[in-house]
């Protein structure tokens, strides 16, 4: 198992789980402040690993008149902000070749999302800056499909990769997550992440927006946990039912201390830790 090393937050072996949190989409400055000072807090306490997430563009929204985040520029310069703020590594979607340069220079992590996990000439071009590469396993793929975009990515001599599962398409506006393909993806050899809150959306199950169903996201957690994940990824907001951006699928911030507990304390067995 290769081990992913982001600063001083380490993925993989038998490390503890590395939490990945933040909100959707980065709405405003202060926001997007708040929520990483009070996460960063919450896992300070529980001896918890933390790389703060947040979306500066969201390209993949269903309707066009949907709130996408504040853009490349800005957006960046507020995670720069909470990565010297706060000392946390900082991720975020890439969605296209011409934002690459960039977001290499500020965040820490790159994130292929799901729906271009397969676009060739984006995954060479994050494997070519040298920066761990997060690609989350497309809805429509097989676990074992992955392995063509892991390829894709070793192809530029990077090896900073870490695999994450956020569900398989089930029908119209459903997701299904097995729980094998953490298993699967894992034999691989590279760090696996399970993206709990995005397993429970609902792709465009609220006309021109995705619903979601957040009720469940603890119950997928802790099954994850238990396979032996290598990270854990939650959106979360502070008023979720008000969120710009997947907030019938986020965490209320409330939430996250007591679940992750739950969490870690799974994770503790299986890892004998």
């Given at each position: 198992m290769?081990?992913?090393t982001?600063?001083?937050?380490?993925f993989?072996?038998d490390?503890?789980?590395?939490?990945?949190?933040?909100?959707c989409?980065?709405e405003?400055?202060l926001?997007?402040?708040?929520?990483a000072?009070?996460?960063?807090?919450?896992?300070?306490?529980?001896?918890c690993?933390?790389?703060?997430?947040a979306?500066?563009?969201k390209?993949?929204?269903t309707?066009?008149?949907?709130?996408r985040?504040?853009?490349?520029?800005?957006?960046l310069q507020?995670?720069g902000?909470?990565?010297n703020?706060?000392?946390?590594?900082?991720i975020?979607?890439?969605?296209?070749?011409?934002?690459?340069?960039?977001?290499?220079?500020?965040?820490?992590?790159?994130?292929?999302p799901?729906?271009?996990?397969?676009?060739t000439?984006l995954?060479?071009?994050?494997?070519?800056?040298?920066k761990?590469?997060?690609?989350?396993?497309?809805?429509?793929l097989?676990?074992w499909?992955?392995?063509?975009?892991?390829?894709?990515i070793?192809?530029t001599?990077?090896?900073?990769i870490?695999?994450?599962?956020r569900?398989?398409?089930?029908?119209?506006n459903?997701?299904?997550?097995?729980?094998?393909?953490?298993?699967?993806?894992?034999e691989?050899?590279?760090?696996?992440?399970?993206?709990?809150?995005?397993?429970?959306q609902?792709?465009?199950?609220?006309?021109?927006?995705?619903s979601?169903?957040?009720?469940?996201v603890?119950a997928l957690?802790?099954?994850?946990?238990?396979?032996?994940?290598?990270?854990?990824?939650?959106?979360?907001?502070?008023?979720p039912?008000?969120?710009?951006?997947?907030?019938?699928?986020s965490?209320h911030?409330?939430?996250?201390?007591?679940?992750?507990?739950?969490?870690?304390?799974?994770?503790?067995?299986?890892?004998?830790?």
């Amino acid at each position: 198992m290769k081990q992913v090393t982001v600063g001083s937050v380490v993925f993989g072996g038998d490390k503890p789980l590395v939490l990945i949190a933040g909100p959707c989409a980065i709405e405003d400055e202060l926001l997007t402040l708040r929520i990483a000072e009070r996460l960063k807090e919450i896992t300070e306490e529980l001896g918890c690993q933390l790389v703060f997430k947040a979306s500066y563009d969201k390209a993949n929204r269903t309707s066009v008149t949907s709130f996408r985040g504040l853009g490349v520029d800005k957006g960046l310069q507020i995670l720069g902000r909470v990565k010297n703020e706060f000392n946390l590594p900082v991720i975020s979607d890439v969605h296209d070749v011409s934002q690459v340069v960039a977001a290499a220079e500020v965040l820490d992590i790159l994130q292929i999302p799901a729906f271009l996990s397969r676009q060739t000439d984006l995954l060479v071009a994050v494997g070519e800056t040298g920066k761990p590469v997060n690609l989350k396993k497309g809805q429509f793929l097989a676990p074992w499909d992955v392995e063509h975009g892991i390829k894709k990515i070793e192809s530029t001599g990077n090896q900073q990769i870490l695999l994450t599962e956020r569900g398989a398409s089930f029908g119209y506006n459903n997701l299904v997550t097995d729980m094998r393909s953490l298993v699967i993806m894992r034999e691989m050899g590279y760090p696996v992440i399970f993206d709990a809150t995005h397993s429970v959306q609902l792709p465009g199950g609220a006309g021109g927006t995705s619903s979601g169903q957040r009720q469940y996201v603890g119950a997928l957690s802790r099954a994850a946990a238990a396979t032996g994940i290598d990270g854990l990824f939650w959106e979360v907001h502070e008023n979720p039912d008000q969120a710009l951006c997947d907030g019938p699928n986020s965490l209320h911030l409330d939430q996250v201390k007591s679940m992750l507990q739950q969490i870690l304390a799974i994770d503790a067995i299986f890892k004998k830790i």
